[in-house]
């Protein structure tokens, strides 16, 4: 044992651990590979602080961390027995405080479907979307589903986390650099499949208003309009751009149309401010479709509702819960490696497009 619990710390020596979640790990990586069954005793205490040439306050916190996670039985007198052997069966799913709407609300019912199939439990964490290690370690979970679509930072620390050895996936992020596990929708594909949509009707003057302009997936649909605009050989006007930060609302919606010089033929706006920006162009006496084509993207129930009916980008919010559980219980269990998989949004033919007047 003392070679092998030694090999296991010095490995992980580079990884900016506390001494005592390397011990932990050091004990976990031993039950596994020496095939020890709940029951089997371990080393003692004092064994153990020898071994890792380390206090005995800093061994003692390891192991009662590990028993409060559930992993070994400390019985006074008798010694430190192995409890539990493989995985909790306990996923962490975190992300910053998400509103229960028509996008996230199927994400989580997606996650949930998905965790009662697989028969794990899940622990929620609303106070970052990417969790420090030790929370994660603190917490005893096998694994982390991380929902974070607001910040490419948090693909950094998805990334950390992962080379930590921590199991994570994270939802709604992609990234071309990193080999981070990652589930999302093809916002730069399914941007492509708009702006072809409007170039078929004959659109050439072409505006974009966007929310949370720093998210991931608004990042990949605006690179999305460029290639498409480029492919189509339209030019891509400054002042049909509107992407905020935060959210918008009809006031800077209004300003920002009244300016405009020679108004666009076509609108692809974020599902959110289709009742702001109808608000506006009623104000202006603009008519949709006749005067003004537009598309949403992220489709609401209430844009089939609206007069006239909204087409909209749809993505598989629901399919995304479902397939990010899927990918991370399957990396737990060593049947899938690290990639990352992009879902196909749909395009939902509605009747707010039509051919630009002359």
């Given at each position: 044992m003392a070679?092998?619990?030694?090999?296991?710390?010095?490995?992980?020596?580079?990884?900016?651990l506390?001494?005592?979640e390397?011990?932990?790990?050091a004990?976990r990586?031993?039950?596994?590979?020496?095939g020890?069954?709940?029951?089997?005793?371990?080393?003692?205490e004092?064994?153990?602080?020898?071994?890792?040439?380390?206090?005995?306050?800093?061994?003692?916190?390891a192991?009662?961390?590990?028993?409060w996670?559930?992993?070994?039985?400390?019985?006074?007198?008798?010694g430190?027995?192995?409890?539990k052997?493989g995985?909790s069966?306990?996923i962490l799913?975190?992300s910053?405080?998400?509103t229960?709407?028509?996008f996230?609300?199927?994400?989580?019912?997606?996650?949930?479907?998905?965790a009662s199939a697989?028969?794990?439990?899940?622990?929620y964490d609303?106070?970052a979307?990417?969790?420090?290690?030790d929370?994660?370690?603190?917490?005893?979970?096998?694994?982390?589903?991380?929902?974070?679509?607001?910040?490419i930072?948090?693909l950094?620390?998805?990334?950390?986390?992962?080379?930590?050895g921590?199991k994570?996936v994270?939802?709604?992020?992609r990234?071309?650099?990193e080999?981070?596990?990652?589930v999302?929708a093809?916002?730069?594909?399914g941007m492509q499949?708009?702006?072809?949509?409007?170039a078929?009707?004959g659109?050439?003057?072409?505006?974009?208003?966007?929310?949370n302009?720093?998210?991931?997936?608004?990042?990949?649909?605006?690179?999305?309009l460029?290639?498409a605009?480029?492919?189509?050989?339209?030019?891509?006007?400054p002042?049909?751009?509107?992407?905020s930060?935060?959210?918008?609302n009809?006031?800077r919606?209004?300003?920002?149309?009244?300016?405009?010089?020679?108004p666009?033929?076509?609108l692809?706006l974020?599902?959110?401010?289709a009742?702001?920006?109808?608000?506006?162009?009623?104000?202006?006496?603009?008519?949709v479709?006749?005067?003004?084509?537009v598309?949403?993207?992220?489709?609401?129930?209430?844009?089939?509702?609206?007069?006239?009916a909204i087409?909209?980008?749809?993505?598989?919010?629901y399919?995304?819960?479902r397939a990010?559980?899927?990918?991370?219980?399957?990396?737990?269990?060593?049947?899938?490696?690290?990639s990352?998989?992009?879902?196909?949004?749909?395009?939902?033919?509605?009747?707010?497009?039509t051919?630009?007047?002359k």
């Open positions: 070679d092998r619990l030694s090999e296991t710390v010095e490995k992980q020596s580079n990884m900016e506390p001494r005592y390397q011990v932990k790990r004990v990586r031993y039950i596994e590979t020496q020890l069954k709940p029951g089997a005793k371990l080393p003692p004092v064994a153990l602080c020898k071994e890792f040439n380390l206090s005995r306050v800093t061994v003692n916190k192991l009662k961390d590990l028993e996670e559930g992993v070994v039985k400390r019985v006074r007198g008798s430190t027995y192995v409890q052997v995985l069966n306990r799913v975190t910053l405080p998400l229960n709407d028509d996230n609300g199927p994400v989580f019912a997606g996650i949930r479907d998905e697989q028969k794990v439990d899940i622990a609303t106070q979307a990417v969790p420090k290690s929370v994660v370690h603190r917490l005893g979970v096998d694994g982390v589903l991380s929902i974070s679509a607001y910040g930072d948090d950094t620390a998805m990334a950390r986390l992962h080379e930590a921590v994570i994270g939802l709604m992020q990234s071309r650099v080999e981070v596990p990652l999302s093809s916002n730069f594909e499949e708009v702006v072809r949509h409007l078929g009707y659109h050439r003057r072409i505006a974009c208003v966007m929310n302009a720093y998210g991931n997936d608004v990042m990949e649909r605006f690179i999305g460029q290639c605009m480029a492919e189509a050989n339209i030019p891509l006007d002042d049909y751009l509107l992407y930060g935060g959210v918008m009809d006031s919606l209004g300003v920002w149309w009244r300016r405009l010089t020679v666009p033929t076509a692809i974020d599902g959110y401010l009742l702001p920006m109808f608000k506006v162009l009623n104000e202006c006496g603009v008519c479709p006749a005067d003004l084509s598309v949403a993207i992220d489709d609401r129930r209430s844009l089939a509702h609206l007069t006239p087409t909209a980008l749809a993505q598989p919010t399919e995304m819960g990010g559980m899927r990918k991370l219980v399957n990396l737990l269990r060593g049947e899938e490696s690290v990352q998989e992009v879902l196909p949004t749909k395009l939902i033919i509605r009747d707010s497009v051919t630009p007047r």
